[in-house]
């Protein structure tokens, strides 16, 4: 079985290099790596031509065009042939049994499930520095991440899975491309289409190492009260924008999956279509309602105060 490992890079000359060791180092070896590039202005496609040339077959450079990290994903997804994909963000460093560890996964789920379901099978990370010292054994502990409680609803309003992390299979892939352009993220559309139509397993183990930088476009930031207080400096506005961003996100997948859905998701989704109209209390009504909720008492009274 090959695995596609998509990886997207956009000035990535920093880590770039070290990442594609990492992998091209993994004990399972069936892979293919392909790149796509978001318009870099540095080096990156130069080392990414060095790795090609290197390794024929196993490191392909797919096209380049100016994109952000959704859309080059995005892009991505609609390139790869492969029944099993993998997600490779341009500086972390994998473990070697990353590959083989999640494979293990998710033949069990595919076993139990059967090979028509869509699937997704994410795990944990370590989180570290730019020089890869460790600051967290667990990215899930460390940001305060509840991976239990996957309902449809709380993927809603919050992911708690790192595309970087992910393992997806080809009828996932299908169910959800192309990726609409009100999607947040690559990863958490994949996550909320695996909930509504197939199955999520999480392997609870760290299998990659999480690079935290002043570059990251979404970064592994530590749950607590200094963490809620850069939020608000930011500014309420712009926090409900976040949020707000969520709500299109799971409107969009209403207008492309409507009258395809589960009974469940189906009904929250069409009262959800009017959710902006809602009055300040109703809106309230609606989180508890439907367990529309965050993980830890933090996040959701800033959910609560902040709507």
Request: hydrophobic content about 40%; glycine content about 6%; aromatic content about 10%.
């Amino acid at each position: 079985m090959t695995v596609q490992i998509l990886l997207a890079t956009y000035n990535s000359e920093k880590y770039l290099a070290q990442q594609l060791d990492s992998i091209l180092a993994q004990e399972f070896q069936e892979f293919e790596i392909l790149i796509r590039d978001g318009g870099s202005t540095d080096s990156t496609l130069e080392i990414i031509r060095e790795f090609c040339q290197k390794y024929p077959g196993k490191v392909t450079f797919a096209e380049a065009g100016k994109a952000g990290a959704c859309q080059n994903f995005s892009r991505l997804l609609e390139l790869s042939t492969a029944q099993i994909v993998m997600f490779s963000d341009h500086d972390d460093v994998w473990m070697p049994d990353k590959i083989s560890r999640t494979l293990e996964c998710y033949r069990k789920a595919e076993k139990k499930h059967g090979k028509e379901t869509p699937i997704l099978v994410f795990t944990d990370s370590k989180v570290v520095d730019e020089e890869l010292n460790v600051l967290a054994e667990s990215m899930f502990r460390h940001q305060h991440l509840d991976t239990r409680k996957l309902t449809f609803p709380r993927l809603t309003v919050q992911n708690v899975a790192s595309g970087n992390s992910m393992l997806i299979n080809r009828r996932l892939i299908e169910k959800s491309t192309p990726i609409p352009g009100k999607a947040v993220m690559h990863d958490h559309y994949l996550m909320l289409t695996a909930c509504a139509f197939g199955k999520i397993e999480l392997l609870n183990r760290s299998t990659l190492l999480y690079r935290q930088h002043r570059k990251n476009v979404l970064g592994a930031q530590n749950y607590g009260v200094r963490y809620f207080g850069n939020l608000l400096k930011s500014g309420r506005e712009k926090i409900r924008s976040r949020f707000m961003q969520n709500i299109a996100q799971a409107e969009e997948f209403y207008h492309i999956h409507h009258g395809k859905l589960p009974p469940e998701t189906e009904e929250f989704l069409a009262e959800l279509m009017t959710f902006r109209e809602k009055n300040f209390f109703s809106k309230r009504l609606f989180l508890l309602r439907y367990g529309m909720l965050k993980s830890g008492f933090l996040r959701n009274l800033g959910m609560f105060i902040i709507i």
